[in-house]
Protein backbone atom coordinates (compact mmCIF):
# COMPACT_ATOMS: atom_id res chain seq x y z
CA UNK A 1 0.00 0.00 0.00
CA UNK A 2 1.30 3.41 -0.64
CA UNK A 3 2.52 5.80 1.51
CA UNK A 4 -0.94 8.03 3.06
CA UNK A 5 -0.31 12.08 2.76
CA UNK A 6 -1.81 14.34 4.64
CA UNK A 7 -5.13 15.10 2.25
CA UNK A 8 -5.75 11.56 1.41
CA UNK A 9 -6.09 11.10 5.31
CA UNK A 10 -8.39 13.95 5.82
CA UNK A 11 -10.50 12.69 2.53
CA UNK A 12 -10.69 9.24 3.73
CA UNK A 13 -11.47 10.40 7.57
CA UNK A 14 -14.42 12.11 6.22
CA UNK A 15 -15.61 9.64 3.97
CA UNK A 16 -15.52 7.00 7.03
CA UNK A 17 -18.43 9.79 8.73
CA UNK A 18 -20.16 10.12 5.50
CA UNK A 19 -20.66 6.80 4.97
CA UNK A 20 -21.73 5.93 8.58
CA UNK A 21 -24.53 8.98 8.28
CA UNK A 22 -25.52 7.34 4.67
CA UNK A 23 -25.81 3.58 6.62
CA UNK A 24 -27.73 5.72 9.86
CA UNK A 25 -29.89 7.49 6.79
CA UNK A 26 -31.05 4.36 4.94
CA UNK A 27 -31.44 2.38 8.72
CA UNK A 28 -34.47 5.63 9.13
CA UNK A 29 -35.69 5.44 5.94
CA UNK A 30 -36.75 2.11 5.41
CA UNK A 31 -37.27 1.59 8.93
CA UNK A 32 -40.93 0.58 10.14
CA UNK A 33 -41.27 1.64 13.44
CA UNK A 34 -41.83 5.88 14.93
CA UNK A 35 -39.00 4.43 17.62
CA UNK A 36 -36.22 4.33 14.79
CA UNK A 37 -37.39 7.00 12.45
CA UNK A 38 -38.58 9.84 14.48
CA UNK A 39 -36.92 8.98 18.13
CA UNK A 40 -34.12 8.20 16.31
CA UNK A 41 -33.29 5.21 19.09
CA UNK A 42 -30.46 3.77 16.79
CA UNK A 43 -26.91 3.24 16.67
CA UNK A 44 -24.87 2.77 13.36
CA UNK A 45 -21.24 2.02 12.82
CA UNK A 46 -18.12 1.14 11.25
CA UNK A 47 -15.07 -0.72 12.39
CA UNK A 48 -11.87 -2.02 11.20
CA UNK A 49 -11.15 -5.88 10.40
CA UNK A 50 -9.07 -5.43 13.88
CA UNK A 51 -12.45 -4.48 15.39
CA UNK A 52 -11.98 -1.28 16.25
CA UNK A 53 -14.17 1.77 16.10
CA UNK A 54 -13.77 4.19 13.26
CA UNK A 55 -16.77 5.91 12.74
CA UNK A 56 -20.26 6.40 14.11
CA UNK A 57 -23.79 8.36 13.85
CA UNK A 58 -23.69 11.07 15.52
CA UNK A 59 -27.74 11.26 15.65
CA UNK A 60 -27.92 8.17 17.63
CA UNK A 61 -28.30 7.06 21.52
CA UNK A 62 -24.96 6.81 23.04
CA UNK A 63 -26.63 3.84 25.24
CA UNK A 64 -26.47 2.10 21.94
CA UNK A 65 -23.64 3.20 20.13
CA UNK A 66 -21.27 3.01 23.33
CA UNK A 67 -21.54 -0.90 23.43
CA UNK A 68 -21.36 -1.75 19.53
CA UNK A 69 -17.73 -2.21 19.87
CA UNK A 70 -18.19 -4.77 22.81
CA UNK A 71 -21.26 -6.25 21.21
CA UNK A 72 -19.09 -6.78 18.04
CA UNK A 73 -16.16 -8.42 20.06
CA UNK A 74 -18.32 -10.83 21.91
CA UNK A 75 -20.03 -11.79 18.47
CA UNK A 76 -16.39 -12.63 16.89
CA UNK A 77 -15.67 -14.72 19.91
CA UNK A 78 -18.23 -16.99 19.33
CA UNK A 79 -17.97 -16.62 15.38
CA UNK A 80 -14.44 -16.39 14.97
CA UNK A 81 -13.76 -14.27 11.65
CA UNK A 82 -11.31 -17.32 9.71
CA UNK A 83 -15.02 -19.22 9.99
CA UNK A 84 -16.74 -16.16 8.56
CA UNK A 85 -18.12 -16.33 4.84
CA UNK A 86 -18.67 -13.69 2.61
CA UNK A 87 -22.45 -13.14 3.13
CA UNK A 88 -22.83 -13.86 6.87
CA UNK A 89 -24.70 -11.52 9.17
CA UNK A 90 -24.57 -11.99 12.97
CA UNK A 91 -27.47 -11.16 15.34
CA UNK A 92 -27.39 -10.63 18.85
CA UNK A 93 -29.32 -8.81 22.20
CA UNK A 94 -27.36 -10.40 24.92
CA UNK A 95 -27.56 -6.39 27.28
CA UNK A 96 -24.07 -7.93 28.95
CA UNK A 97 -22.77 -7.49 25.70
CA UNK A 98 -24.11 -4.45 24.33
CA UNK A 99 -26.43 -1.65 25.40
CA UNK A 100 -28.13 -3.23 28.34
CA UNK A 101 -32.02 -4.28 27.64
CA UNK A 102 -33.05 -6.91 25.18
CA UNK A 103 -34.92 -4.43 23.37
CA UNK A 104 -32.10 -3.46 21.24
CA UNK A 105 -30.88 -5.94 18.56
CA UNK A 106 -27.63 -6.03 16.94
CA UNK A 107 -26.76 -6.51 13.42
CA UNK A 108 -23.04 -7.43 12.40
CA UNK A 109 -21.82 -7.55 9.10
CA UNK A 110 -18.43 -8.94 8.01
CA UNK A 111 -17.30 -6.71 4.79
CA UNK A 112 -15.53 -8.74 2.49
CA UNK A 113 -13.12 -7.85 -0.18
CA UNK A 114 -11.18 -10.16 -2.20
CA UNK A 115 -11.87 -13.14 0.26
CA UNK A 116 -10.35 -11.24 3.21
CA UNK A 117 -12.81 -9.28 5.59
CA UNK A 118 -11.31 -5.27 5.85
CA UNK A 119 -14.37 -4.03 8.42
CA UNK A 120 -17.53 -4.34 9.83
CA UNK A 121 -20.89 -2.43 9.58
CA UNK A 122 -22.59 -2.83 12.67
CA UNK A 123 -26.36 -1.66 13.72
CA UNK A 124 -28.07 -2.24 16.58
CA UNK A 125 -31.91 -0.87 16.72
CA UNK A 126 -34.44 -0.26 19.86
CA UNK A 127 -37.43 -2.88 18.89
CA UNK A 128 -41.19 -2.03 19.80
CA UNK A 129 -41.36 -5.47 21.25
CA UNK A 130 -38.95 -8.16 22.46
CA UNK A 131 -41.81 -10.78 24.14
CA UNK A 132 -41.93 -10.97 28.11
CA UNK A 133 -43.46 -8.76 30.20
CA UNK A 134 -43.43 -5.80 27.84
CA UNK A 135 -42.24 -2.30 29.03
CA UNK A 136 -42.21 -2.55 33.17
CA UNK A 137 -39.81 -2.26 35.83
CA UNK A 138 -41.84 -5.44 37.85
CA UNK A 139 -40.04 -8.14 36.25
CA UNK A 140 -37.85 -9.86 38.94
CA UNK A 141 -35.31 -11.59 36.98
CA UNK A 142 -34.25 -11.21 33.11
CA UNK A 143 -35.97 -14.18 31.69
CA UNK A 144 -38.91 -12.29 31.96
CA UNK A 145 -37.45 -9.38 30.13
CA UNK A 146 -38.76 -11.20 26.70
CA UNK A 147 -36.51 -13.19 24.17
CA UNK A 148 -33.07 -13.79 24.18
CA UNK A 149 -30.71 -14.03 21.08
CA UNK A 150 -27.85 -15.67 20.77
CA UNK A 151 -24.80 -14.43 18.54
CA UNK A 152 -26.04 -15.86 15.65
CA UNK A 153 -25.92 -16.30 12.25
CA UNK A 154 -29.42 -14.25 10.11
CA UNK A 155 -27.76 -14.75 7.33
CA UNK A 156 -25.05 -17.51 6.34
CA UNK A 157 -23.48 -16.90 3.06
CA UNK A 158 -25.76 -14.41 1.66
CA UNK A 159 -28.94 -16.55 2.33
CA UNK A 160 -31.44 -15.60 4.99
CA UNK A 161 -31.59 -18.23 8.13
CA UNK A 162 -35.13 -18.52 8.49
CA UNK A 163 -35.05 -20.51 11.62
CA UNK A 164 -33.53 -17.93 13.76
CA UNK A 165 -35.71 -15.04 11.97
CA UNK A 166 -39.22 -18.09 13.10
CA UNK A 167 -37.82 -18.28 16.32
CA UNK A 168 -38.12 -13.75 16.50
CA UNK A 169 -41.47 -13.84 14.43
CA UNK A 170 -43.18 -16.17 16.82
CA UNK A 171 -41.55 -14.53 20.52
CA UNK A 172 -43.09 -10.66 19.71
CA UNK A 173 -45.90 -9.18 19.71
CA UNK A 174 -45.78 -6.56 16.25
CA UNK A 175 -43.67 -8.97 14.16
CA UNK A 176 -44.23 -6.86 11.00
CA UNK A 177 -42.87 -3.99 12.79
CA UNK A 178 -40.06 -6.18 14.42
CA UNK A 179 -39.12 -7.95 11.29
CA UNK A 180 -39.36 -4.69 8.98
CA UNK A 181 -36.76 -3.16 11.41
CA UNK A 182 -34.73 -6.03 11.06
CA UNK A 183 -34.62 -6.08 7.08
CA UNK A 184 -33.60 -2.36 7.44
CA UNK A 185 -30.74 -3.03 9.80
CA UNK A 186 -30.07 -5.37 6.91
CA UNK A 187 -30.27 -3.15 4.05
CA UNK A 188 -28.22 -0.12 5.81
CA UNK A 189 -25.40 -2.65 6.52
CA UNK A 190 -25.10 -4.00 3.28
CA UNK A 191 -25.00 0.13 1.78
CA UNK A 192 -22.06 0.36 4.49
CA UNK A 193 -20.48 -2.52 2.93
CA UNK A 194 -20.57 -1.25 -0.31
CA UNK A 195 -19.01 2.04 0.60
CA UNK A 196 -15.83 0.86 2.21
CA UNK A 197 -15.53 -1.68 -0.35
CA UNK A 198 -15.97 1.27 -3.35
CA UNK A 199 -13.25 3.00 -0.96
CA UNK A 200 -10.62 0.54 -1.70
CA UNK A 201 -11.49 0.11 -5.27
CA UNK A 202 -10.90 3.55 -6.09
CA UNK A 203 -7.13 3.12 -4.57
CA UNK A 204 -6.50 -0.23 -5.71
CA UNK A 205 -5.95 -0.73 -1.91
CA UNK A 206 -6.62 -4.47 -0.29
CA UNK A 207 -7.93 -3.24 2.77
CA UNK A 208 -7.84 -0.18 5.30
CA UNK A 209 -5.74 -0.55 7.53
CA UNK A 210 -3.45 2.31 6.73
CA UNK A 211 -5.92 5.13 7.00
CA UNK A 212 -7.41 3.30 10.19
CA UNK A 213 -4.02 3.12 11.79
CA UNK A 214 -3.57 6.92 11.31
CA UNK A 215 -6.13 8.11 12.40
CA UNK A 216 -6.66 6.24 15.10
CA UNK A 217 -2.88 6.94 16.38
CA UNK A 218 -3.43 10.85 15.60
CA UNK A 219 -7.20 10.88 17.54
CA UNK A 220 -5.15 8.95 20.62
CA UNK A 221 -2.62 11.89 20.49
CA UNK A 222 -5.23 14.95 19.96
CA UNK A 223 -7.30 13.34 23.15
CA UNK A 224 -3.86 12.83 25.24
CA UNK A 225 -3.62 16.70 24.64
CA UNK A 226 -6.96 18.15 25.62
CA UNK A 227 -6.81 15.64 28.71
CA UNK A 228 -3.23 17.15 29.73
CA UNK A 229 -5.34 20.65 30.14
CA UNK A 230 -7.29 19.76 33.18
CA UNK A 231 -5.80 19.59 36.26
CA UNK A 232 -4.38 16.45 37.73
CA UNK A 233 -5.95 15.33 40.84
CA UNK A 234 -8.87 13.08 42.63
CA UNK A 235 -12.19 14.57 41.84
CA UNK A 236 -15.30 12.93 43.38
CA UNK A 237 -19.13 13.16 43.54
CA UNK A 238 -22.08 11.23 45.66
CA UNK A 239 -25.42 11.31 43.33
CA UNK A 240 -28.67 10.09 45.41
CA UNK A 241 -31.08 9.08 43.06
CA UNK A 242 -34.39 8.55 43.73
CA UNK A 243 -35.94 5.16 42.62
CA UNK A 244 -39.92 3.14 42.97
CA UNK A 245 -41.40 2.96 46.86
CA UNK A 246 -39.66 5.58 48.35
CA UNK A 247 -36.38 3.54 48.29
CA UNK A 248 -32.68 5.04 47.22
CA UNK A 249 -29.62 3.88 45.41
CA UNK A 250 -26.39 6.09 45.68
CA UNK A 251 -23.77 6.50 42.58
CA UNK A 252 -20.38 7.32 44.18
CA UNK A 253 -17.57 8.70 41.27
CA UNK A 254 -14.04 9.36 41.60
CA UNK A 255 -12.29 10.86 38.40
CA UNK A 256 -8.57 10.69 38.67
CA UNK A 257 -6.73 12.77 36.16
CA UNK A 258 -2.95 12.02 35.87
CA UNK A 259 -1.24 13.23 33.04
CA UNK A 260 -3.01 12.35 29.78
CA UNK A 261 -5.41 9.60 31.29
CA UNK A 262 -8.63 9.37 32.92
CA UNK A 263 -9.78 7.02 35.65
CA UNK A 264 -13.72 6.74 36.40
CA UNK A 265 -14.37 4.83 39.52
CA UNK A 266 -17.69 3.80 40.50
CA UNK A 267 -16.63 2.19 43.26
CA UNK A 268 -18.71 2.60 46.35
CA UNK A 269 -21.74 2.32 44.54
CA UNK A 270 -25.38 1.30 45.71
CA UNK A 271 -25.08 -2.91 45.08
CA UNK A 272 -27.52 -3.97 42.08
CA UNK A 273 -31.61 -4.27 43.13
CA UNK A 274 -34.78 -6.05 42.51
CA UNK A 275 -36.13 -3.63 40.19
CA UNK A 276 -35.82 -3.19 36.73
CA UNK A 277 -33.45 -0.66 36.59
CA UNK A 278 -29.68 -2.55 36.85
CA UNK A 279 -27.07 -1.04 34.36
CA UNK A 280 -24.70 -3.88 32.66
CA UNK A 281 -21.21 -2.54 32.93
CA UNK A 282 -21.37 -1.96 29.15
CA UNK A 283 -24.32 0.35 29.24
CA UNK A 284 -22.79 2.07 32.10
CA UNK A 285 -19.86 2.74 30.44
CA UNK A 286 -21.09 4.28 27.33
CA UNK A 287 -22.79 7.23 29.16
CA UNK A 288 -19.75 7.50 31.02
CA UNK A 289 -17.70 7.66 27.58
CA UNK A 290 -20.32 10.05 26.27
CA UNK A 291 -19.61 12.64 29.24
CA UNK A 292 -15.38 12.49 28.71
CA UNK A 293 -16.25 12.90 24.88
CA UNK A 294 -18.34 15.93 25.86
CA UNK A 295 -15.68 17.68 28.50
CA UNK A 296 -12.81 17.05 26.20
CA UNK A 297 -14.65 19.42 23.16
CA UNK A 298 -12.39 17.11 20.48
CA UNK A 299 -12.35 18.56 17.26
CA UNK A 300 -12.96 15.25 16.06
CA UNK A 301 -15.67 12.71 15.70
CA UNK A 302 -15.64 9.96 18.65
CA UNK A 303 -13.24 6.77 17.18
CA UNK A 304 -11.10 3.85 18.82
CA UNK A 305 -8.32 6.62 19.33
CA UNK A 306 -10.11 8.93 21.58
CA UNK A 307 -11.35 6.36 23.64
CA UNK A 308 -7.77 4.98 24.40
CA UNK A 309 -6.80 7.35 27.51
CA UNK A 310 -10.11 6.30 29.57
CA UNK A 311 -10.14 3.71 32.40
CA UNK A 312 -13.89 2.82 33.85
CA UNK A 313 -14.21 1.20 36.20
CA UNK A 314 -17.21 -0.93 38.46
CA UNK A 315 -17.96 -3.08 40.83
CA UNK A 316 -19.53 -6.19 40.36
CA UNK A 317 -22.40 -6.94 41.66
CA UNK A 318 -23.60 -3.08 41.89
CA UNK A 319 -26.31 -1.27 40.48
CA UNK A 320 -23.93 -0.04 37.11
CA UNK A 321 -22.40 -3.83 37.13
CA UNK A 322 -25.12 -6.15 37.55
CA UNK A 323 -24.98 -9.48 37.23
CA UNK A 324 -26.55 -11.73 35.63
CA UNK A 325 -30.10 -12.90 35.68
CA UNK A 326 -30.57 -8.88 37.18
CA UNK A 327 -33.65 -7.51 35.54
CA UNK A 328 -32.37 -4.72 33.35
CA UNK A 329 -35.44 -3.36 31.03
CA UNK A 330 -35.34 -0.03 32.45
CA UNK A 331 -31.49 0.38 33.00
CA UNK A 332 -31.82 4.26 31.37
CA UNK A 333 -33.16 5.20 34.93
CA UNK A 334 -29.66 4.98 36.34
CA UNK A 335 -27.62 4.76 33.16
CA UNK A 336 -28.35 8.10 32.30
CA UNK A 337 -26.90 9.59 35.27
CA UNK A 338 -23.56 8.74 34.47
CA UNK A 339 -22.85 12.31 32.66
CA UNK A 340 -24.41 14.46 35.27
CA UNK A 341 -22.04 12.35 38.11
CA UNK A 342 -18.94 13.14 36.32
CA UNK A 343 -19.61 16.44 35.57
CA UNK A 344 -20.46 17.05 39.25
CA UNK A 345 -16.97 15.66 40.23
CA UNK A 346 -14.98 17.55 38.04
CA UNK A 347 -17.40 20.69 37.86
CA UNK A 348 -14.64 22.75 39.62
CA UNK A 349 -11.58 21.79 37.80
CA UNK A 350 -13.23 22.67 34.62
CA UNK A 351 -16.30 24.75 35.37
CA UNK A 352 -16.05 26.08 31.40
CA UNK A 353 -17.06 22.58 29.84
CA UNK A 354 -19.72 21.05 31.92
CA UNK A 355 -23.53 21.61 31.86
CA UNK A 356 -25.73 21.69 35.01
CA UNK A 357 -28.26 18.89 35.83
CA UNK A 358 -30.71 18.03 32.89
CA UNK A 359 -34.65 17.32 33.49
CA UNK A 360 -34.21 14.92 30.90
CA UNK A 361 -32.14 12.50 33.26
CA UNK A 362 -33.25 9.57 33.19
CA UNK A 363 -35.25 9.74 29.90
CA UNK A 364 -39.21 10.12 30.18
CA UNK A 365 -41.65 8.11 27.56
CA UNK A 366 -44.33 5.86 27.65
CA UNK A 367 -44.96 2.70 25.54
CA UNK A 368 -48.49 2.32 24.31
CA UNK A 369 -49.84 -1.28 23.95
CA UNK A 370 -53.21 -1.69 22.32
CA UNK A 371 -55.44 -2.37 19.51
CA UNK A 372 -57.51 0.03 17.21
CA UNK A 373 -60.76 -0.67 16.28
CA UNK A 374 -59.69 -1.53 12.84
CA UNK A 375 -58.10 -4.44 13.96
CA UNK A 376 -54.90 -2.87 14.17
CA UNK A 377 -52.42 -3.02 16.91
CA UNK A 378 -50.18 -0.58 18.25
CA UNK A 379 -47.06 -0.63 19.82
CA UNK A 380 -44.71 2.84 19.99
CA UNK A 381 -42.59 4.37 22.11
CA UNK A 382 -43.72 8.07 22.88
CA UNK A 383 -40.34 10.18 24.33
CA UNK A 384 -41.10 13.07 25.95
CA UNK A 385 -38.07 15.64 27.22
CA UNK A 386 -37.31 18.10 29.81
CA UNK A 387 -34.52 20.87 30.00
CA UNK A 388 -30.98 20.76 29.24
CA UNK A 389 -28.54 22.40 32.16
CA UNK A 390 -27.52 25.75 32.17
CA UNK A 391 -24.40 25.83 30.16
CA UNK A 392 -20.94 27.72 31.06
CA UNK A 393 -21.92 30.76 28.68
CA UNK A 394 -25.41 31.11 28.15
CA UNK A 395 -29.51 29.38 29.11
CA UNK A 396 -29.90 25.43 28.60
CA UNK A 397 -31.91 24.23 26.08
CA UNK A 398 -35.80 23.91 26.85
CA UNK A 399 -37.30 20.21 25.79
CA UNK A 400 -34.20 18.79 24.89
CA UNK A 401 -33.27 15.20 25.55
CA UNK A 402 -29.99 14.53 27.74
CA UNK A 403 -27.69 12.48 27.40
CA UNK A 404 -29.87 10.33 25.33
CA UNK A 405 -30.06 12.42 22.55
CA UNK A 406 -33.54 11.01 21.54
CA UNK A 407 -36.54 13.13 19.79
CA UNK A 408 -40.06 14.32 21.10
CA UNK A 409 -42.47 12.42 19.24
CA UNK A 410 -44.46 14.72 17.40
CA UNK A 411 -47.98 15.10 18.06
CA UNK A 412 -48.86 14.28 14.62
CA UNK A 413 -47.20 10.97 14.38
CA UNK A 414 -48.53 9.84 17.85
CA UNK A 415 -52.00 10.39 17.62
CA UNK A 416 -51.88 8.71 14.10
CA UNK A 417 -50.45 5.90 15.65
CA UNK A 418 -52.20 5.56 18.84
CA UNK A 419 -56.12 6.68 19.73
CA UNK A 420 -55.15 9.15 21.94
CA UNK A 421 -55.85 13.14 21.98
CA UNK A 422 -52.76 15.74 23.19
CA UNK A 423 -54.27 18.34 25.29
CA UNK A 424 -51.28 20.34 25.74
CA UNK A 425 -47.49 20.34 25.17
CA UNK A 426 -45.98 23.62 25.99
CA UNK A 427 -43.26 24.73 28.02
CA UNK A 428 -43.42 24.28 32.04
CA UNK A 429 -43.19 27.76 33.36
CA UNK A 430 -40.63 28.31 37.01
CA UNK A 431 -39.53 25.01 36.39
CA UNK A 432 -36.14 25.78 35.08
CA UNK A 433 -32.98 26.27 37.61
CA UNK A 434 -31.77 29.97 38.85
CA UNK A 435 -28.30 30.73 38.11
CA UNK A 436 -26.62 33.60 36.08
CA UNK A 437 -27.59 30.81 33.11
CA UNK A 438 -30.89 29.36 34.22
CA UNK A 439 -31.37 25.82 32.96
CA UNK A 440 -33.78 25.33 30.09
CA UNK A 441 -37.25 24.63 31.08
CA UNK A 442 -39.67 21.18 31.36
CA UNK A 443 -42.50 20.45 29.53
CA UNK A 444 -46.52 19.69 30.45
CA UNK A 445 -47.81 16.80 28.69
CA UNK A 446 -51.30 15.99 28.80
CA UNK A 447 -53.25 12.92 27.17
CA UNK A 448 -56.57 11.78 26.92
CA UNK A 449 -57.30 8.07 25.67
CA UNK A 450 -60.26 8.62 22.51
CA UNK A 451 -64.06 7.37 23.66
CA UNK A 452 -66.44 6.24 21.42
CA UNK A 453 -65.60 5.92 17.72
CA UNK A 454 -62.67 7.17 18.26
CA UNK A 455 -60.95 5.63 20.64
CA UNK A 456 -59.16 1.94 21.29
CA UNK A 457 -60.55 -1.43 21.12
CA UNK A 458 -60.68 -2.30 24.48
CA UNK A 459 -58.39 -0.91 27.18
CA UNK A 460 -54.95 0.87 26.13
CA UNK A 461 -52.13 -0.93 28.30
CA UNK A 462 -49.69 1.85 29.00
CA UNK A 463 -45.93 1.69 30.72
CA UNK A 464 -44.63 5.23 32.41
CA UNK A 465 -40.73 5.78 32.26
CA UNK A 466 -39.97 8.90 34.57
CA UNK A 467 -37.72 10.53 36.76
CA UNK A 468 -36.24 12.97 39.43
CA UNK A 469 -39.65 12.34 41.18
CA UNK A 470 -37.51 12.45 44.90
CA UNK A 471 -34.97 14.68 44.26
CA UNK A 472 -34.47 17.93 42.36
CA UNK A 473 -32.47 18.89 39.30
CA UNK A 474 -29.08 19.94 40.88
CA UNK A 475 -27.29 22.93 39.67
CA UNK A 476 -23.68 23.83 39.84
CA UNK A 477 -20.89 26.17 40.85
CA UNK A 478 -23.48 27.89 42.91
CA UNK A 479 -26.62 27.24 40.56
CA UNK A 480 -30.05 26.40 41.74
CA UNK A 481 -32.17 23.34 41.52
CA UNK A 482 -35.11 22.99 39.41
CA UNK A 483 -38.17 21.55 40.56
CA UNK A 484 -39.03 17.82 40.75
CA UNK A 485 -40.93 15.46 38.18
CA UNK A 486 -44.71 14.63 38.45
CA UNK A 487 -46.51 11.96 37.22
CA UNK A 488 -50.41 11.74 36.92
CA UNK A 489 -53.10 9.79 36.30
CA UNK A 490 -56.62 11.26 36.28
CA UNK A 491 -55.30 13.33 38.96
CA UNK A 492 -53.42 10.80 41.09
CA UNK A 493 -50.04 11.22 42.16
CA UNK A 494 -47.77 8.31 40.34
CA UNK A 495 -44.61 6.38 40.78
CA UNK A 496 -42.21 5.79 37.40
CA UNK A 497 -41.59 2.25 36.01
CA UNK A 498 -45.17 1.43 36.51
CA UNK A 499 -48.20 -0.23 33.73
CA UNK A 500 -51.34 0.94 33.78
CA UNK A 501 -54.77 0.33 31.95
CA UNK A 502 -56.15 3.19 31.02
CA UNK A 503 -59.83 3.01 29.59
CA UNK A 504 -61.44 5.63 27.28
CA UNK A 505 -61.23 9.41 28.75
CA UNK A 506 -59.00 8.23 31.62
CA UNK A 507 -55.94 11.30 31.03
CA UNK A 508 -52.46 11.11 32.60
CA UNK A 509 -50.06 14.19 32.91
CA UNK A 510 -46.74 14.54 33.01
CA UNK A 511 -45.07 17.32 34.54
CA UNK A 512 -41.20 16.77 32.96
CA UNK A 513 -38.40 19.25 35.69
CA UNK A 514 -36.15 21.76 33.42
CA UNK A 515 -32.86 22.02 33.99
CA UNK A 516 -30.74 23.30 36.71
CA UNK A 517 -28.84 26.61 37.07
CA UNK A 518 -25.17 27.47 36.42
CA UNK A 519 -23.51 30.44 38.79
CA UNK A 520 -24.71 32.58 41.45
CA UNK A 521 -28.62 33.33 40.61
CA UNK A 522 -27.25 37.25 41.56
CA UNK A 523 -25.11 37.57 38.85
CA UNK A 524 -28.03 37.14 36.26
CA UNK A 525 -28.52 40.06 34.21
CA UNK A 526 -32.03 41.76 34.78
CA UNK A 527 -32.90 42.14 31.03
CA UNK A 528 -32.83 38.56 30.99
CA UNK A 529 -34.80 37.67 34.16
CA UNK A 530 -37.15 40.46 32.51
CA UNK A 531 -37.65 38.74 29.21
CA UNK A 532 -38.19 35.73 31.10
CA UNK A 533 -40.99 36.80 32.59
CA UNK A 534 -42.50 38.79 29.60
CA UNK A 535 -42.41 35.63 27.71
CA UNK A 536 -44.68 33.98 30.09
CA UNK A 537 -41.43 31.37 31.50
CA UNK A 538 -40.72 33.02 34.60
CA UNK A 539 -43.63 34.37 37.24
CA UNK A 540 -42.49 37.58 39.26
CA UNK A 541 -43.03 35.39 42.57
CA UNK A 542 -40.29 32.75 40.95
CA UNK A 543 -37.86 36.14 40.28
CA UNK A 544 -38.27 37.96 43.00
CA UNK A 545 -37.29 34.66 45.08
CA UNK A 546 -34.81 32.88 42.85
CA UNK A 547 -33.57 35.99 42.04
CA UNK A 548 -34.28 39.36 44.27
CA UNK A 549 -35.74 40.81 41.24
CA UNK A 550 -38.31 43.72 42.16
CA UNK A 551 -39.30 44.37 38.54
CA UNK A 552 -36.91 47.82 38.08
Known amino acids: ?73 HMLDENPPSELEDGDVLIGNNPWHGSGH ?75 TVLGDLRAQFAANHVGSERLKGMCAERGWDDLQLVADEMITRSEALARAEIEKIPDGVYKSVSPVGIDDDEEVTIVCTVTIEGSDIEIDFT ?153 MIHQRALWPDSAGAGEYRGGFGQLFEVEVLTDDHGPDGDILASFRAGRLAYPVPGFLGGGEAANGELYINNAAQNSGIQRSLKPGDRFLCKIPGGGGLGDPGKRQPESIKRDIENGLVSKDAAAERYGYDGD
Not at 33 to 62: G, H, M
Not at 127 to 153: F, M, Q, W
Not at 409 to 416: D, K, Y
Open 102 to 176: HNDITVATPVFLNGRIIGYCVTCCHHVDIGGRRATIESRDNYEEGLRIPHLKIFKAGELNTDVLAFIQNNVRSAD
Open 268 to 420: GTSEQVRTAINCTYTYACSYTTFAVNAVLELPIKMNEGTLKPLTIKAEEGSILNCTFPAPVFARTSIGNYMAEVVFAAIAEAVPDRITAGAGSTPMWGQYFFGKRQDGGGFAPLNVVNGGLGARPDRDGVSCLSFPVNVGNTPIEVLENDVPI
Open 1 to 73: MPQLDPITLEMFWRRFNSTVDELAATLKRTSFSTVVRDVNDYAAAIFDADRRLLAQSPESTPGLCGPLGSMLR
